[in-house]
């Protein structure tokens, strides 16, 4: 019912028998996360607005996701473009997530995936620069 009481702490050599991961291999974990993120909004954009650029974005973020997971490629279904998809908050969220990924990248000093990530977010900033000039024209 209750637990045992522990005696004394763990010796500098010994395990706890706990699995402990490093701070790179967390940041690694946290990267695919944020990228597979990015690549599902991807996903869902060219859904919407077939592109050469999305294309080309989905390739290298899948390619980079995979390495991150040591050679185990993203999961990616065709995500069914559901009526009513709003581009305009697809392009705030991919921003975002480029962000985040970006802010990872950085802190692991992930060159190319800082570069693809920043690549991304200025990709998502002018789409939504120029639906708001249009928005406003019209």
């Known amino acids: 019912m209750y637990e045992p009481i522990r005696s004394g702490r763990p ?6 028998g706990i699995p402990h991961r490093s701070r790179e291999e967390e940041l ?5 996360g944020h990228l597979s993120a990015l690549l599902a909004v991807t996903d869902e954009l060219r859904g919407l607005e077939p592109s050469p650029d999305l294309d080309e974005a989905a390739e290298r973020l899948a390619e980079q996701v995979s390495r991150l997971r040591s050679g185990h ?7 069914p ?3 009513g998809s709003d581009p305009a908050a697809l ?7 480029a962000g985040r990924a970006l802010v990872v990248a950085a802190s692991r000093a992930d060159t190319t995936v800082a570069i693809l990530a920043a690549e991304r977010m200025d ?3 002018a789409v939504r ?4 000039k ?3 024209a019209g």
């Not at 010796?11 to 706890?16: I, N, Q, R, V």
């Not at 490629?73 to 995500?79: E, F, G, I, L, Q």
């Not at 620069?129 to 708001?132: D, G, L, V, W």
């Open 91 to 97: 392009h705030e969220r991919a921003h975002a997530l």
């Open 28 to 32: 690694d974990i946290q990267l695919a």
């Open 81 to 83: 473009v559901a009526a």
């Open 73 to 79: 490629a993203p999961v990616r279904t065709p995500a």
């Open 123 to 125: 990709a998502h900033a």
């Open 134 to 136: 249009l928005s406003h």
């Open 11 to 16: 010796t500098a050599g010994a395990s706890s």
């Open 129 to 132: 620069a120029k639906q708001r």
